[in-house]
């Protein structure tokens, strides 16, 4: 008789405690508790750890292959690696990069750019028929985000592994950074030739200005360079620079950022280089 009713005791208090503890997670999920859960609080709380050694970007690959250990760390505190990699005396924020700068980058780049997830999946089928075809990578379909991890984070090695290493960095990018922080990370990374990393030195080394001053030419010329920086550069080759100004342009026509007149206007405007 005791022990039946311990038994009936304990079920009480059990049930007591399991309606407490219910009640609690009611009450920390509707106060917007589910915030533990997502990405950015992981990689804010990178910010409590010590900060790592600065990376800079120049060498465009990794200078030793990463353990497993370090990238798993990578990526839950994802801020604190990209923080690393950041030329912050040479940083442009993106209020102060004209909206032709961004929209030439986007229609060159990554058109759906403002859509996707950080990857294109209809590029992405394409090219994996391109590349099983193959047996290697020998096509990408790398957006905006993928060509930002890729420039911070990893080597030029063409395999499988690698890109599935890029897919899995650009979802954590989008989940931890707005297209904005993306597209000013992104403007403030790349290389655009002549050993200019970043739209800031660039729009100071090929035209001696601020990039907040850049005019459309100037500007859709810029954002032809990533693509093939070393042939494209106008110090390396001006009529080259020039035939890419005007396919980034026709991509903004397309895109529906200019109308032809003004892209027209653009492509006959002189181009005065800094040196």
């Known amino acids: 008789m005791k022990k039946s ?3 009936r005791a304990m079920r009480s208090f059990l049930r007591y405690i399991g309606l407490l503890c219910l009640i609690f997670f009611l009450a920390f999920f509707l106060a917007g508790g589910t915030a533990i859960f997502s990405p950015r609080t992981w990689s804010k709380a990178g910010d409590f750890l010590p900060k790592l050694a600065p990376a800079p970007i120049s060498a465009q ?5 990463p353990s497993a ?3 798993i760390e990578r990526f839950l ?3 604190r690696a990209v923080e690393s990699r950041l030329r912050r ?3 442009v924020p993106i209020q102060d990069i004209p909206e032709d700068m961004k929209q030439a980058i986007i229609a060159v780049e990554d058109r759906k750019f403002y859509s996707h997830w950080g990857f294109d999946p209809s590029g992405i089928a394409r090219a994996t028929l391109v590349n099983l075809q193959y047996g290697q990578i020998e096509e990408g379909a790398s957006t905006i985000t993928q060509q930002l991890v890729k ?3 990893l080597s030029h090695e063409q395999s499988f592994g690698r890109k599935g290493e890029e897919f899995l960095l650009a979802l954590d990018m989008e989940a931890n950074y707005s297209k904005e922080e993306i597209l000013e990370l992104y403007l403030n990374t790349i290389y655009y030739g002549s050993s200019y990393y970043g739209i800031g030195p660039a729009a100071e080394g090929y035209f001696g200005k601020r990039p ?3 005019r459309l030419p100037e500007a859709a010329m810029l954002a032809g360079l990533p693509n093939a920086p070393s042939l494209y550069s106008p110090y390396v080759d001006f009529m080259m620079a020039k035939k890419r100004q005007f396919v980034v342009l026709d991509a903004m026509v397309a895109a529906g950022f200019l109308d032809k007149t003004r892209a027209e206007d653009a492509k006959l405007t002189p181009i005065y280089l800094a040196h």
């Open 5 to 7: 009713r311990f038994r």
């Open 61 to 65: 690959t990794e200078t030793t292959e």
């Open 69 to 71: 250990l370090d990238r």
């Open 77 to 79: 505190f994802l801020r």
């Open 89 to 91: 005396e040479t940083y």
């Open 151 to 153: 420039n911070l984070f």
């Open 212 to 214: 907040k001053d850049l």
